[in-house]
């Protein structure tokens, strides 16, 4: 039974490792030191696309300090994150495809060692042609980045429609087709990739990486280093900030472990925040086309969206990616009929993959903008008109994705009524505007990144005779505040202090798996297991204390260190002697707990992406000054509602909410990974003074509403709010910088210069708008066709029938 | 080779007496963490770009990463280990960690150092006052805002009410 009284669910209570990280007591990767421990530095390719003819590693060998060079051909295993694009090398064999492609790796004594053994290295290369645009890549086949994908220089193409989205734009009152740009940019954490690798003399490795994802960094290192899993440990350390950006298994973790098991020595490899830059796996630059048909009411009758995804130069996580720029349009306002079709291209430029949102917030920003553009058209108010059109509670969407709880008219209504939008909206001097934009982020991926019919979280309990609790789990805090959720709770369900409890987690030898902290998963899975084991455990200890006291089972309640009889609460032992009657009784107290998501309705080829146990809900307002002297965007304030479900602690989801506005915040005015336009592909500014991040003279201030709509699937009714509220913040801005001087921004970021275009071109009457006109033209196949749910669909794809259009 | 041609320097380093040794190209914060073992202040850029790695060089806020180890001698130097009072936790250390201002906890040894120099000059700040003085610190997570709580809380603990 769960009281509604809670004692520790809700409370802000700080984390469990606040304190440490306040006296600088943390040990992330970097803080590290083994005894003999040797220093690696990689060298990288300088040239955007070449093959390697020759790589002389000689004169670095000879330099005093220095113990070992190895090249590509020291690790011939390919590997990465997805299953299906295993096509990163630790360190290139035959090519390199990027500026900043490992080469070779030195072990040296120090770091300045190394840094000029690297300098030694001879490498000889034959330049090739390079690709650098998407629409280079649609149209240019050879040379080809990879030799696989779809074809030429396209990594995967992806077709769907559910429903009959033509019947749906003939049925429109009115049909819009825009297009839009997202430019790319990174996640910057503050601390840079670090790992340090032991290879000891039973021939086990260890190693200490800012990993988000121990689990998957543990396989790819078994594949590579071709040593048995069990004699691999993965320990992931302190993240200094993910963000997404430390989701992949990295050459450099790979290249310190190999490097470790030649010289016999820890290796240390620390990036500089140049190479973090080319690490990036960040979000993916998106070219997107929407056709949207819609009802004088404002009601969605098709919607058909293309998008087209500048991967950079390897997969990463770049297929689910492109099904994400397709999945979450359907959860938001109701979508009868629904084409999806995405491209992903190979380019010369870092890799792309998961940043906060995963390859939601672009297609969310073409969406909410063009919302914003039917509403005006139609004459309807933007906020009324979405509030009008939600997609319902307990309900499966066109494209087969479960909604569950829905709170996302409270949220839009929680941010009309705090930022006056009534009085506002249209109404405010020039110069000034309001913007409104809602999303939707799922709680989790409905299924893991390789295919298996096990848990994705799991966890072990223990508890000592003394009264102490040990909690172990294969999730990474991040700084997400993972780790304080684990003890929460089960200090809830057994009844103690959060700060009575060990937590011990993202240790490949210590803890069971959890998957990692990437697709907003950790609070809901985590939890619901941490939920599981510890009822487990609570079950044991009532068992042993009933009989001790001769009082019915269910009579008994765990709170404030103690289990005792609710009806006569003085009748009761101590936390601790619960624990030693139960282990009289029962032998060691430990107990497991597991989650496994509930499987997706949908079942046709590429269902994989978008089911989740449960969305949350954002809507946001922005009020924004625009100067039409300077173009310069100045946000004043956001308020920003968020169906969380329920807050495990209000505190750290507030603390996620402000970081998720910031984070838009610098995406939408500023922040982008670009490339010269020469055929060199050089990143603009691999530096964090010119790449540009919000410092505090940008942020804004931020009014936070929390939604609490407890929804069934998460633990205590909890939802995500890592990354779902990012996801607002671009298009509200853009909606309220056409609120405050009448122009459309379509591509992100919003910059002085595209401001100023777009109000010069409104001053000679022409568009007032800045944004790309048109997408390459691509043959896509014939889509995978799907009857939806109201069509009396079954989730599978229909029968393929040659059609010709 | 960095080994062969190492410097020795002294200086106040939290309130002791320390002599260290290292190769004279080292910075302030190379010293600390690889020389001193004192590996709480952290870095981001290496560059002077993110603040990440400020400490107080006779009270006034510095970028480590900018200052070669060798300018440390006769100064005194303050870092995140030095901030508390024995056990007794710093009133902004304790603030940020009740009020969630460090979520990753990276960059947060910088912020604290710089916020408590700016307390030091100014005990009641406004707003602006912390936004200005803690706009050469990079935060990816929090958005500033509990930063600034925390500040504010803690400057009222200070100042006893």
Redesign the interface.
């Known amino acids: 039974m769960v009281s509604k009284d809670f004692k520790v669910i809700g409370k802000p209570f700080r984390k469990v490792d606040a304190r440490a990280k306040c006296v600088g007591q943390t040990k992330f990767a970097d803080d590290i030191v083994l005894p003999r421990m040797l220093f690696c530095k990689i060298l990288r390719s300088h040239l955007p696309h070449a093959l390697i003819k020759r790589i002389d590693v000689s004169k670095a060998l000879a330099l005093p300090g220095v113990f070992a060079v190895i090249t590509g051909k020291d690790l011939p295993i390919p590997y990465g994150i997805l299953p299906v694009s295993q096509d990163e090398h630790a360190l290139c064999v035959d090519k390199v495809r990027f500026i900043g492609d490992p080469v070779a790796a030195v072990a040296a004594l120090d770091e300045d060692v190394a840094f000029d053994a690297m300098n030694l290295i001879e490498v000889e290369y034959e330049p090739l042609n390079t690709i650098s645009t998407i629409e280079e890549a649609v149209l240019i086949d050879e040379p080809r980045i990879h030799e696989y994908g779809d074809s030429g220089n396209v990594h995967k193409k992806v077709s769907l429609e559910f429903g009959n989205v033509e019947d749906g734009f003939a049925m429109a009152d009115l049909v819009r087709e825009d297009t839009f740009f997202y430019e790319g940019n990174t996640h910057l954490p503050m601390e840079q990739h670090a790992a340090v690798a032991h290879f000891d003399s039973d021939g086990k490795i260890t190693l200490w990486s800012s990993t988000q994802t121990p689990h998957y960094v543990h396989r790819a290192l078994a594949k590579v280093l071709e040593l048995p899993a069990s004699h691999i440990r993965v320990i992931a350390t302190p993240n200094g900030g993910g963000f997404g950006g430390k989701s992949d298994p990295f050459n450099h973790e790979v290249a310190v472990c190999k490097l470790s098991m030649i010289t016999g020595r820890p290796v240390k490899v620390t990036l500089t925040r140049e190479e973090v830059f080319y690490c990036h796996r960040g979000r993916h630059p998106v070219l997107m086309k929407v056709k949207t048909g819609v009802k004088n009411d404002g009601a969605i009758t098709a919607m058909h969206f293309e998008s087209y995804l500048d991967g950079g130069a390897y997969g990463s996580y770049g297929v689910a990616s492109t099904f994400y720029t397709g999945a979450l349009q359907t959860v938001t306002y109701e979508v009868p009929r629904y084409k999806f079709q995405g491209l992903r291209a190979f380019t010369n430029k870092p890799p792309c993959g998961p940043k906060r949102g995963h390859g939601t917030p672009q297609p969310r920003y073409a969406l909410e903008v063009q919302i914003d553009k039917i509403a005006e058209q139609l004459r309807l108010d933007p906020a009324e008109m979405r509030r009008k059109h939600l997609a319902p509670a307990n309900t499966v969407t066109a494209n087969y994705l479960r909604i569950g709880s829905m709170g996302l008219g409270e949220c839009i209504d929680r941010v009309v009524e705090g930022s006056d939008w009534k009085n506002r909206f249209r109404k405010l001097p020039y110069g000034k505007g309001v913007g409104i934009a809602c999303s939707s982020y799922i709680c989790g991926a409905g299924l893991p990144i390789y295919w298996n019919n096990m848990p994705q979280s799991g966890v072990q309990l223990r508890l000592d005779r003394q009264g102490g609790v040990c909690v172990m789990c294969g999730s990474t805090d991040i700084g997400q505040g993972s780790d304080s959720i684990l003890a929460y709770i089960v200090a809830e369900v057994l009844g103690i202090d959060p700060f009575d409890i060990r937590v011990v987690t993202a240790d490949t030898d210590l803890t069971p798996v959890d998957l990692g902290s990437y697709s907003s998963r950790v609070t809901l899975m985590t939890g619901n297991a941490a939920i599981q084991a510890a009822e487990r455990a609570r079950e044991l200890l009532v068992i042993a204390v009933a009989e001790k006291l001769g009082v019915p089972i269910e009579n008994l309640s765990l709170a404030e260190r103690r289990v005792f009889d609710v009806e006569n609460p003085d009748v009761g032992v101590s936390f601790a002697e619960a624990v030693v009657l139960a282990e009289s009784k029962f032998g060691t107290i430990g107990t497991v707990g597991s989650y496994t998501p509930p499987r997706s309705p949908g079942k046709f080829k590429g269902s994989g992406v978008g089911p989740s146990p449960a969305y949350s809900y954002s809507a946001a307002v922005a009020e924004v000054d625009v100067n039409p002297d300077t173009g310069i965007v100045v946000v004043e304030r956001v308020w920003i509602a968020h169906d969380i479900g329920r807050s495990i602690n209000p505190m750290l989801v507030l603390g996620q909410v402000e970081g998720s506005v910031y984070m838009g915040l610098g995406e939408i005015l500023m922040e982008e990974m670009t490339y010269r336009t020469n055929r060199n592909v050089v990143h603009k500014f691999p530096s964090m003074l010119e790449y540009k991040s919000p410092t505090t003279m940008e942020m804004c201030d931020v009014v936070t509403y929390l939604i609490e709509d407890p929804d069934p699937n998460g633990p205590y009714g909890a939802k995500e709010v890592g990354q779902g509220p990012l996801l607002p913040i671009p298009p509200a801005v853009a909606n309220a910088v056409y609120d405050a001087v009448g122009v459309r921004i379509d591509e992100v970021p919003i910059t002085p210069e595209k401001v100023m275009r777009a109000l010069r071109d409104k001053g000679r009457g022409r568009d007032p708008r800045y944004g790309p006109d048109s997408v390459p033209p691509v043959a896509w196949p014939d889509p995978l066709r799907v009857l939806t749910p109201a069509e009396g669909g079954d989730g599978t794809e229909m029968p393929h029938v040659a059609v010709h259009s | 080779?960095?080994?062969l041609s190492k410097k020795q320097i002294g200086f106040t380093l939290n309130g002791e007496h320390v002599e260290v040794a290292f190769?004279p190209h080292k910075t302030l914060l190379e010293v600390l963490?690889e020389d001193l073992?004192?590996?709480?202040?952290?870095?981001?850029?290496?560059?002077g770009?993110?603040g990440?790695c400020a400490v107080l060089v006779d009270g006034r806020s510095i970028l480590s990463c900018l200052m070669l180890g060798l300018d440390a001698e006769d100064r005194e130097v303050k870092?995140?280990?030095g901030?508390?009072q024995g056990a007794e936790?710093h009133p902004l250390?304790?603030t940020?960690?009740?009020?969630?201002a460090?979520?990753?906890?990276?960059?947060?040894?910088g912020f604290?150092l710089v916020a408590e120099e700016l307390l030091k000059k100014s005990p009641n700040p406004s707003r602006a006052e912390?936004?200005?003085a803690?706009?050469?610190?990079?935060?990816?997570?929090?958005?500033?805002?509990?930063i600034y709580e925390a500040v504010e809380l803690a400057a009222q603990q200070i100042r006893g009410e």
């Open positions: 080779m960095s080994l190769a963490r073992n004192l590996t709480g202040t952290k870095h981001g850029c290496e560059l770009e993110c990440t870092t995140i280990e901030m508390a936790l250390q304790q940020f960690a009740d009020l969630g460090a979520q990753c906890g990276y960059c947060t040894p604290l912390i936004q200005e803690l706009s050469g610190n990079l935060c990816r997570c929090t958005g500033y805002l509990k």
